[in-house]
T-cell receptor
Framework: GAVVSQHPSRVICKSGTSVKIECRSL??????MFWYRQFPKQSLMLMAT?????????EQGVEKDKFLINHASLTLSTLTVTSAHPEDSSFYIC??????????FGQGTRLTVV | EDQVTQSPEALRLQEGESSSLNCSYT??????LFWYRQDPGKGPEFLFT???AGEEKEKERLKATLTKKESFLHITAPKPEDSATYLC???????????FGAGTTVTVRA
């Protein structure tokens, strides 16, 4: 299957600092990528849709100034959690759309804010 | 609004005991229905995409089927390594977003 690489897999940061998470499609070009958040024992919650060359579209209730998304190329999208607080601690997952249909996911990033 | 409901929430099976997972959905025009497997602390792993009612796909011990209202994931003679959470998601014709169900956690005992 297609490969989507997410980095880092784990990160611990201090409260008030910013953290950047990268999502790369390794063997296909993705004009659309998605960012999800997952709480323990719950399903994936869509945060935003990232479109190459344009502004991201955020789901209702997601702060766009806190979760900055950049999709500068057809193979890379980044999520920056700004001024992180303990309540931002979570599992963040990206996905990339291949050939306008199939969605492949990264390995996820476990963010812990202390 | 698209809705996806998975049942049961949890399923405990003995090795070799076949069973089925259900995914009921409502969507404003289905582009595709997806099945994923997720292990703890990992991202979802793609299993199948189904596009139209009557379609079936198989991979090893897994078989996915689709009707106009639901999809089933059949696990035949499961092994302990099939233990995972299985997620169902739908994609509407006019959007690439996936709407996920809550998942079914399958535990297979040796």
């Amino acid at each position: 299957g297609a490969v989507v690489s997410q980095h880092p897999s784990r990160v611990i940061c201090k409260s008030g600092t910013s953290v950047k998470i990268e999502c790369r499609s390794l063997d296909f070009q993705a004009t659309t990528m998605f960012w999800y958040r997952q709480f323990p024992k719950q399903s994936l919650m869509l945060m935003a849709t990232s479109n190459e060359g344009s502004k991201a579209t955020y789901e209702q209730g997601v702060e766009k100034d806190k979760f900055l998304i950049n999709h500068a190329s057809l193979t890379l999208s980044t999520l920056t959690v700004t001024s992180a607080h303990p309540e931002d601690s979570s599992f963040y997952i990206c996905s990339a759309i291949r050939e306008n249909t199939e969605a492949f996911f990264g390995q996820g990033t476990r963010l812990t804010v202390v | 609004e698209d809705q996806v409901t998975q049942s049961p929430e949890a399923l405990r099976l003995q090795e070799g005991e076949s069973s089925s997972l259900n995914c009921s959905y409502t969507v404003s025009g289905l582009r595709g229905l997806f099945w994923y497997r997720q292990d703890p602390g990992k991202g979802p792993e793609f299993l199948f995409t189904l596009y139209s009612a009557g379609e079936e796909k198989e991979k090893e011990r897994l078989k996915a089927t689709l009707t106009k209202k639901e999809s089933f994931l059949h696990i035949t003679a499961p092994k302990p390594e099939d233990s995972a959470t299985y997620l169902c998601a739908v994609q509407a014709w006019n959007d690439y977003k996936l709407s996920f169900g809550a998942g079914t956690t399958v535990t297979v005992r040796a």
